[in-house]
């Protein structure tokens, strides 16, 4: 009776699926390498149908879509002040670095402000990469100013750092690591209302306009972690082509890595009603729920967009074409990741950037050393690819499609080698850093980023594979000293 039971639940949720899908690549799950390019992927709905029927009361059985409102299009910077107006914003603050704040982007919006009479002040000294000493001077500006709305004009440092001084803000009582990501935080939910919020993005990357995470580095344990909850997502990304035209090319690069991986781990993650525990509560389902049926669809185009778009922008920063792709691939990749989550290349990713002491990366205009984030999540790709294919062949020949494979050729336990050779000939050609050692660690290192990794548990128990132990991390780093 049981097992009848079972069966009629996964021929239900087949048929729901099946019927709402289409011919639109926008609106059908039309990821399997085997079953066209059409219609529904009767082989992911079956992965997620089986694991629906056999789900036990430990993990989850529901996942939830949230992202901002996005506006897109050339100069629709300017409508910014009128945006303010609608909401009835008193007193903003507007969060920048040093950088932008000399650009266009930063221009674009204070005209905008100015012209509709918009009453704002500016804090114009966000720390690209930031830490839990840059957000708490950032916070202590919000608090000084009380401002009931925030504006963030520039990268994922940027939006990030904005998510924070809103959330500390409006919690003065909190300390700064209630909202942390556990085992490092508390990791508590946020129950209280954040003033609105409006992403500028300058950079084609983290897709930080979308999502409710916020990344730092946290310089006690010298690794990254974050804040990850849904009120963190801004109420509107202004998504303006205009506004990465200033971009280096190395910032195109690491930015556009950035991207790539968001799409990758997000749809080889693990799926959402594997994630255990199951919430008590909605207000616990986490932001990285792991892969779900929406998601994906939003994920393997963004990759396929940055395959097709990332190189072009790279080579010739006045491709605008690209420059304006990229952007919405990031856009795409964000709505993907920030709902299914990420995994091993941005776990492993924390304590290569946190560890670093001499590295600065070439075209980031900074006074310390620095590690795109991009850059320190695609080093280690090759290998967890290679790691996790076995786990689900199925999506990393997916992925491997994307990079011009051709799926009728590669056998499940090939998977991995094939998706890892497609991206490091992928990362040779953008002139990405050959591995790890080229940052300036070696096997000595292997210890302190293991020991880095570990409480990235947020991201690295979204893993395919389960959460890999110590020695499975160990023998990654290993792999990724040297990617060609």
């Known amino acids: 009776m049981a097992a009848a039971a079972s069966r009629s639940r996964v021929v239900g949720l087949l048929k729901l699926l099946q019927s709402s899908s289409n011919s639109c690549p926008c609106h ?86 100015d012209k509709h009479k918009v009453n704002y002040v500016v804090y114009d000294t966000v720390r690209v990469e930031p830490t839990d000493t840059s957000f708490k001077q950032a916070i202590e500006f919000a608090r000084q100013h009380a401002p009931d709305a925030f504006v963030a004009v520039g990268g994922g440092s940027v939006i990030d750092t904005t998510k924070a001084a809103s959330l500390y803000s409006s919690h003065p009582e909190a300390d700064f690591l209630d909202f942390v990501n556990a085992p490092i935080g508390r990791g508590l939910p946020i129950r209280k209302k954040l003033p609105p919020l409006i992403a500028v993005p300058t950079t084609a990357g983290t897709g930080s306009e979308t999502t409710g995470t916020a990344i730092f580095d946290y310089e006690p344990l010298h690794t990254k972690t974050g804040i990850a909850h849904r009120a963190l997502k801004p109420l509107l990304g202004i998504v303006d082509p205009m506004n990465t035209r200033s971009m280096p090319s190395q910032v195109h690069a690491s930015s556009g890595l950035d991207v790539l991986c968001h799409a990758l781990e997000s749809y080889t993650a693990l799926p ?22 929406i998601s994906d669809v939003w994920s393997l185009h963004a990759l396929r967009m940055v395959v097709q778009y990332l190189p072009r922008a790279v080579k010739d920063p006045e491709d605008f074409e690209a420059q304006s792709q990229m952007l919405l691939a990031a856009t795409f990749a964000g709505i993907g990741f920030g709902n299914a989550g990420v995994h091993l290349c941005h776990g492993l990713s924390y304590p290569i950037s946190g560890l670093n002491k001499n590295y600065k990366h070439p075209g980031y205009e900074v006074d310390h050393p620095i590690i795109p984030h991009g850059v320190s999540v695609a080093l280690t790709a090759p290998a967890v690819f290679r790691y996790t294919a076995h786990a689900c062949p199925d999506r990393h020949i997916d992925a491997a499609a994307a990079f011009g494979a051709d ?43 293991v020991d880095g990794a570990l409480p990235q548990h947020r991201v690295t128990k979204l893993a395919p594979t389960r959460e890999p132990a110590r020695e499975q991390l160990a023998s990654i780093f290993e792999n990724a000293m040297k990617n060609y």
């Open 28 to 113: 059908s799950h039309a990821h399997s390498h085997s079953h066209g390019a059409t219609g529904a992927s009767f082989s992911n709905l079956l992965r997620y149908g089986r694991q629906y029927a056999s789900a036990q009361e430990s993990t989850d059985y529901a996942f939830e879509m949230a992202a901002s409102n996005i506006r897109f299009g050339p100069n629709v910077t300017s409508e910014i002040g009128m945006d303010l107006n609608n909401i009835q914003a008193k007193k903003v603050a507007v969060y920048t670095d040093a950088t932008i704040s000399k650009l266009h982007p930063l221009k674009a919006v204070i005209e905008s402000l």
């Open 272 to 293: 959402y009603n594997e994630r255990s525990p199951r919430p008590k509560d909605p207000i616990e389902r986490p932001a990285y729920q792991g892969s779900n049926p």
């Open 407 to 449: 799926p009728a050729h590669i056998k499940s336990s090939m998977a991995g080698e094939v998706l890892s050779e497609k991206l490091t000939r992928f990362f040779e050609d953008l002139g990405v850093p050959n591995g790890l050692s080229a940052l300036g660690y070696d096997s000595s290192y292997i210890p302190s980023l």
